[in-house]
């Protein structure tokens, strides 16, 4: 008997790349996840269209619709509630979720960042990594704690950098590992599930 693909929820506040990988990779008949829910925490977040286009729900709950951040957490966690989430993924989510919304969400918890961590936690990943004149960069899909970009690591992938390259040349490399690495670290966690 066939088993029910592993609900997930997507956050984003971009142009969702990401989330399109993912969407691509549930669209694969193999593929033992299902995405029930995008939410962004920005209006008009590109992302909120390819969501649509692939028939998915989607939820905008803006931050600045709050008084604070406990308030946009509580409604974060109250529009998950009624979606039977079992794997909340974080893709270009530009808010930093509390220790408190991390302990009372409960399940897994991923994110992806454009760094091999723990190399490079925050921003400007790229223009730090060239800086330093590192030979390599990449990408990290790991489990969200509350320490920022700390918890244990899923998946890494791992680009060369070349002599000339810029913080956007380097995302350019980056980014399609970025696709590959999210659906693979959802295939181990949603296999862990079932
Ligand atoms: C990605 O580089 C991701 O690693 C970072 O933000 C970017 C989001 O891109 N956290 P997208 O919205 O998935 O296209």
Same mark, same amino acid.
């Not at 008949?29 to 033992?32: G, L, S």
């Given at each position: 008997m066939a088993v029910d693909p592993v609900r997930l929820a997507v956050f984003i506040s971009g142009k969702g790349s990401n989330l399109q990988a993912l969407i691509d990779a549930c669209a694969q +008949? /193999? *593929? $033992?996840a299902q995405i029930a829910l995008v939410v962004s925490n920005? $209006?008009?977040?590109?992302?909120l269209e390819r969501a649509q286009k692939a028939n998915i729900e989607t939820l905008v709950i803006s931050?600045? /619709? *709050?008084?604070?951040k406990a308030e946009f957490e509580d409604a974060l966690l109250n529009a998950l509630?009624? *979606?039977?989430?079992?794997i909340l993924c974080l893709a270009g989510f530009m808010r930093i979720l509390s220790a408190d919304f991390i302990t009372r969400w409960e399940k897994p918890l991923i994110n992806i960042h $454009?760094?091999?961590?723990? /190399?490079?936690? %925050?921003?400007?990943t790229h223009a730090r990594a060239l800086a330093d004149g590192k030979k390599e960069a990449g990408c990290t899909v790991h489990h969200v704690s509350? /320490?920022?970009?700390? %918890? +244990?690591?899923?998946v890494q992938k791992k680009v060369p950098i070349f002599a000339g390259d810029t913080p956007e040349t380097l995302a350019k490399r980056i980014l399609p590992q970025e696709h590959i690495a999210y659906p693979e670290a959802v295939l181990a966690l949603a296999k862990g599930l079932r």
């Open positions: +008949e /193999d *593929y $033992p920005i $209006p008009d977040a590109g992302g931050h600045r /619709d *709050y008084a604070d509630a009624p *979606y039977d989430i079992e $454009p760094s091999l961590l723990p /190399d490079y936690k %925050g921003l400007d509350a /320490d920022v970009d700390s %918890g +244990e690591i899923i």
